[in-house]
């Protein structure tokens, strides 16, 4: 009803004068061959009449390029087109359809289109000291193709627990002596770990590898 119209009674549309088109006369259930302002060919136009769940009195116009179209074809195809609307708005309320992460600049840069490859980097960071097990599903749009499924599991292991038995050696020595002291490194946990030793002077830089075994073993590797 916002847009504006003229009723055909020439062959050049520039010629005549729009109005409203609710200030038309047009009779209810008489298709009528109108103009449109912005539209350079003459269209078929109806008004329908009805009544709202709330007995308030709606109307509609309706427009179509088929001038050969009845009130009753014209009605009957925007109710068929009406029902997809419907259609819409149900699944809108019960599929949260606007909520779809389609909607999100994320979804669309994890597609992958033909010929074109995606690194996935998986990062598994344990909450607990245990074993994780789960699996990656990539899902695929070619109907004759399946999900592929990787599994993957993670192992959430105990943090070292490194006990020494001195925090600092020392010793006062002439030049060609030696002198020793014991300092003991104990591993408390069930499994290996290696750590690095560094040691220098200002005459010399050394350094070397610890594996320390469960319960204490140690052994140094230069």
């Given at each position: 009803?916002n ?8 062959t050049?549309s520039t010629?005549?004068e ?13 298709p009528?061959?109108?103009?449109l302002k ?10 329908q ?5 709330d ?9 179509t390029?088929?001038?050969?179209a009845?009130?009753?074809?014209i ?6 087109r ?7 708005r149900?699944?809108?309320n019960?599929?949260?359809v ?11 840069c ?5 010929g ?8 598994y ?15 695929s749009?070619d109907?004759?193709?399946d999900?592929l499924v990787?599994?993957l599991?993670?192992?959430g ?18 030049t060609?002596e030696?002198?020793t ?5 104990a591993n408390k946990q069930?499994r ?10 200002d005459?010399?830089f ?9 319960f204490?073993k140690?052994?140094?590797h230069?």
């Open positions: 009803a847009r504006q119209g003229a009723l055909v009674d020439a050049d010629k005549t729009y109005v409203p088109v609710q200030s038309l006369e047009l009779q209810e259930d008489t009528v061959s109108v103009w912005g539209y350079s060919k003459p269209l078929l136009l109806c008004r009449v009805f009544k709202n769940k007995n308030s009195t709606g109307i509609l116009y309706l427009v390029a088929d001038l050969t009845t009130y009753s074809s009605t009957t195809t925007y109710q068929r009406w029902a997809v609307e419907t259609y819409h149900s699944l809108k019960n599929t949260s606007c909520a779809s992460p389609t909607k999100t600049i994320k979804t669309p994890n597609h992958i289109y033909a074109e490859e995606l690194d996935l980097v998986v990062v960071r344990p909450s607990s000291i245990e074993i994780d097990d789960t699996v990656l599903i990539f899902f749009n109907p004759d193709e999900s990787v599994s599991t993670g192992s292991v105990a943090p070292p627990m490194i006990a020494i038995s001195l925090d600092s050696l020392s010793g006062a020595l002439s060609g030696t002198f002291q014991l300092l003991n490194i069930r290996k770990y290696e750590l690095k030793l560094e040691y220098k002077s005459s010399f050394k350094s070397g590898f610890f594996r320390l075994d469960p204490g140690s052994g140094l230069h």
